[in-house]
């Protein structure tokens, strides 16, 4: 149900009843090791390219996303998947396998969140009885695809981010056991002229912060109505500059409820620069540590707001600045 | 950001680069220069060493010992390349490992691997320039403008 301009209330609050998060090597050397369901130690997962292994951890995710549910395959109605590369193939082809009634979509990071927002609005909506959100990516696909080959020596600025080699999946049901998707806020489009493709925090920030301040507005909350409020992968750079821009538009936002899934999955000693980022960034730190802390009852409501640069590799070249999103959606216990 | 970006920004977003500049880590010039200067020094005095070991013991003179030296280099730069090791010499040393003949050997290898998944026509071939393809292109103009302005001179009997 519409709340407010840009917001979804869902008065059925669908079920997440299942959810899981695969990793690379990177990530199981990282801080949230231990929330992570399955860690590849292979950046190729056995296969000979890096599209063919980022496709397969994101089959993994799902398959053990629909084993966790404790619902067969078949009685999944839709599926709804985002990734970075060109034409979205990871999801797309993880879909061929799968064989469920597929939509594709794009957000760039932003889509973990987008997808689990939509797949919520299906349920809430009566358009399904069960959906299955996922996002993933791989750090090597995107390195290949966005910036240089990956064993190219070039030197890296402090404010860039390293890709996430990971994916996220989450079964949603009508009812159940688990954490609820209670709301969402679809964020706006916000380009702020940032256009350095090494400093993504500083693109996305605006967008983020815009969209928790429409969150807030529209369902007449504040930061205290959360245990935890997530950005999705601004980074050191960005969480600081989200923060300063909090404050400007005068959101009281408590420094101990706010954090960023990119400053969380990989530990201080990993030379990630500002911190981690993709889809697979906000959708395994979600789907797994997020989740698995309600579960176990540390956590009561958060809200998780993926942000996106929606930029391409020809955009950055003809000089256009960063037009980034961000998705709000609130789980609670 | 260069002024001349800064003046194509409405004001809002003037305001907006002044605060990220004030928050973003900046790149440690200094550091990355002496980084530079050292790595880039001992590839080159290696060069220097192969040189004189192809004149002292293999019977090539100065011109001619140029070439098996950077073969040399050139080996090694792309076995570092394919062993993963060049990239995090990169990421430290910066132009140090950029600027010479190995890293220009390291861009043609990196992107050779990156695209190998892709076949060797399409894939290796098609790609293994996409970053030393602009070197190429600019160095060989280059050469073309410096070559004109000498034999100019030289005409004008000058020199």
Known sequence: MLKGHQSW?????????????????????????????IIHEDLWVGQDSFEKAEKVMLEHACARAIEKSSIKKEDINFFISGDLMNQITSSSFAARSLGIPYLGIFGACSSSMEGLALAAQLIDSKSAKYVMASASSHNATAEKQYRYPTEYGGQKPPTAQWTVTGA??????????????????????????????????????????????????????????????????????GHEIAINLLKDHGIDMPSNIFTDCGLLIYKKDQPVFSGGSGCGCSATVTYGHFLNRMRRGELKRILIVATGALMSPISYQQKESIPCVAHAVSIEM | MSNMKKKKLTPTEQKYAELVKSIEPKRPILKNCIKAFF?????CTIGQGLQLVFITYFN???????GPTLVVLIFVAAL??????????????????????????????????????????????????????????????????VATIKITIKWLGVM
Do not use: C
Not at chain 1, 21 to 30: I, K, L, Q
Not at chain 1, 208 to 225: G, Q
Not at chain 2, 60 to 66: A, G, I, L, M, P
Not at chain 2, 99 to 109: C, K, L, M
């Open chain 2, 60 to 66: 090539f003179n100065e011109k001619t010992s140029v």
């Open chain 2, 39 to 43: 790595v880039g020094g001992i590839i």
């Open chain 1, 168 to 237: 996220g999946a989450a079964v949603l049901g009508v009812d159940g056991i688990g954490p609820k998707v209670t709301s969402a806020t679809m964020g706006r489009v916000i380009d702020m002229g940032i256009s350095d493709p090494f400093n993504m925090g500083a693109a996305m920030a605006p967008a983020a912060v815009d969209t928790i301040e429409a969150h807030f507005r529209d369902l007449n909350i504040d930061a205290s109505y959360y245990d935890l409020i997530a950005t999705g992968d601004l980074g050191k750079v």
């Open chain 2, 80 to 145: 570092l390349t394919g062993l993963g090791i060049y990239d995090h010499l990169g990421q430290w040393a910066g132009a140090g490992s950029a600027v010479p003949i190995t890293g220009f050997a390291n861009s043609i290898a990196s992107a050779s691997i990156e695209h190998r998944s892709e076949g060797f026509v399409l894939g290796v071939a098609g790609n293994m320039f996409r970053l030393a393809g602009a070197i190429i292109v600019f160095g060989v103009f280059s050469a073309f403008v």
């Open chain 1, 9 to 37: 209330i869902y008065n059925s609050k669908p079920t997440i009843l299942g959810s899981a998060a695969v990793g690379g090597p990177f990530e199981g050397n990282g801080a949230l090791a231990s929330d992570f369901d």
